[in-house]
């Protein structure tokens, strides 16, 4: 069942819930108005009686034919001034309590010796002129009924009113229904189609918000567009990675494949130099895939951590002793400085991350430089919280980062000079996985630059275990 359908019935359904709610709660009300009513005017009958009783009695000085004059008085519709006509029935009783008037075979009969006698006496009304009672009259009060026509009419009245009231307002709600629903279904419609043609794979589709009207239709429509932004962004990142991992593995896969050949064809021969090749670049693929799985692991969040404590110092020293041709083949000036902190993280991913950043430091420094490595303890405001970070800054002594490339250099496969570093053996991912196996410890890599002076990477780490918080 379509959403308008379904909020139109609800309407529907709601308006009949309470016409028959109201209907019921204005009915009692009424039943209770009606018998109020009805004893009123009893009342009034019975005053209206007594005092023409009591002038008849006044008149006659005895109760001598009032029996008739009832039956006159009830009959005759023409009798100005005497209480009103209907089924009544009366009794008149003498001071001896001897019916003078009533039901015909009782009168003259003494009240007890009536049916219903006891119950007549306790309710009889004395009549009584200048103090001195005359008699007694007692009214049977039988004259307004719930089942009288004029309480059946004035119900049916207030049924018809109310079937007519629901009828309107059932209308009503239908067309403020079919309004309402098509000003709010329509925007869904356009963005089911909307959503079905991403499906489809048509990313570039946006819907205008403004012209949805507003609330929640409208942050709907914004959070489409922002979905779609991003979607856009994923295929975009993903159809550039798998052009960037197909130009990669182009280079070593030509190597491989002419130097293979050559051999087939006896041009070349089998040897250890014409193999080595082959080897170099089955090595560089081999690399290329194992950090390309780690990128994906830690930029998905999914990267396994064995922290522990580090001694970040002897790390970085055991490091540069790892490089010690190359340092010495560029005579660089080492220097440390600095307080350092043991810091909690995976030893090996930490080691990773240093032995890029040392070797990226060596590989672009000028030769006679110097490489640099500063350590800092800092403190910083987090959640009004003081974190204790400690900083490790590696500046180099080389060309420098240009300032429009040093917001690309953590993309991944993102060289500077890319025939350079491309020979150079880098696959461009070095920085990409150095930031997020920081980031995945709680910490940041930034990089800083001036141009043929130097670079600075500086890698933060926190100092207590709340890696996981
Ligand atoms: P990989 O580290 O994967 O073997 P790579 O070193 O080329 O390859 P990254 O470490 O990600 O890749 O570095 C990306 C690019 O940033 C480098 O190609 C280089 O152009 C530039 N770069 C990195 N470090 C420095 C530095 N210290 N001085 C100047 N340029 C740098
Ligand atoms: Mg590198």
């Given amino acids: 069942m379509t959403l308008r359908r379904k909020f139109i019935l609800a309407l529907v359904g709601m308006v009949v819930f309470m016409a028959v709610i109201a209907g019921g709660i204005s009915l009692f009300s009424f039943n209770k108005l009606l018998d109020r009513s009805v004893s009123y005017i009893q009342q009034g009958l019975a005053t209206q009686w007594e005092i023409a009783l009591i002038s008849y009695y006044e008149k006659n000085g005895s109760w001598e034919g009032v029996q008739s004059q009832i039956q006159t008085m009830l009959h005759d519709p023409d009798s100005k001034g005497s209480p009103p006509r209907g089924n009544l029935r009366i009794w008149i009783f003498d001071t001896a309590y001897k019916a003078t008037a009533g039901a015909e075979p009782e009168i003259g009969k003494s009240i007890a010796d009536i049916p219903n006698g006891a119950e007549i006496r306790s309710k009889?009304?004395?009549l009584q002129v200048n103090s001195q009672t005359i008699g007694y009259f007692f009214l049977e009060d039988n004259f307004l009924t719930r089942s009288d026509f004029f309480s059946r009419t004035l119900v049916s009245s207030i049924m018809r009113a109310m079937l007519i009231s629901m009828f309107v307002t059932l209308l009503v709600a239908l067309l403020l229904g079919i309004i309402l629903t098509r000003r709010m279904t329509e925007p869904l419609k356009q963005l089911t189609q909307a959503v079905t043609s991403v499906g489809q794979g048509q990313l570039s589709i946006r819907i205008n918000p403004e012209e949805k009207g507003g609330g929640d239709i409208k942050a709907l429509t914004e959070a489409f567009n922002e979905m779609t932004v991003k979607l856009a962004q994923y295929e975009e990142i993903?159809?550039?990675m798998v052009a960037d991992i197909a130009h990669e593995l182009r280079t070593p896969l030509t190597v491989i494949s002419g130097k293979l050949e050559s051999i087939q064809e006896g041009v070349a021969a089998a040897s250890p130099e014409t193999i080595l090749p082959i080897q170099d670049e089955v090595i560089r693929m081999t690399r290329l895939v194992r950090d390309l799985q780690q990128l994906t692991l830690a930029e998905a969040g999914k990267l396994p951590l064995y922290i522990q404590e580090i001694d970040i110092r002897n790390m970085i020293l055991r490091i540069l002793d790892h490089f010690a041709i190359a340092l010495e083949e560029k005579n660089l000036r080492i220097e440390i400085t600095g307080e350092s902190l043991p810091v909690y993280g995976d030893p090996d991913r930490l080691t990773q991350v240093f032995v890029n950043l040392i070797d990226n430091a060596i590989r672009h420094s000028r030769e006679g430089g110097f490489l640099?490595?500063?350590?800092?303890?800092?403190?910083?405001d987090k959640n009004d919280t003081e974190e204790k970070r400690l900083s490790i800054g590696i500046t180099d002594s080389g060309e420098g980062i240009p300032e429009t490339d040093l917001s690309r250099v953590f993309d991944r496969f993102y060289r500077v000079d890319t025939a350079r570093d491309r020979n150079s053996g880098g696959t461009g991912l070095g920085l990409a996985i150095a930031r997020e196996f920081i980031r995945a410890h709680g910490g940041d890599l930034t990089v800083s630059s001036r141009l043929s002076?130097?670079?600075?990477?500086?890698?933060?780490?926190?100092?207590?275990?709340?890696?996981n918080s």
Avoid: H, Q
Avoid at 453 to 467: A, D
């Fill in 124 to 126: 009889l009304v004395p």
């Fill in 238 to 240: 993903r159809s550039n």
């Fill in 372 to 380: 640099r490595i500063n350590f800092k303890l800092e403190f910083r």
């Fill in 453 to 467: 002076e130097g670079c600075c990477f500086t890698v933060w780490l926190r100092v207590k275990n709340n890696i």
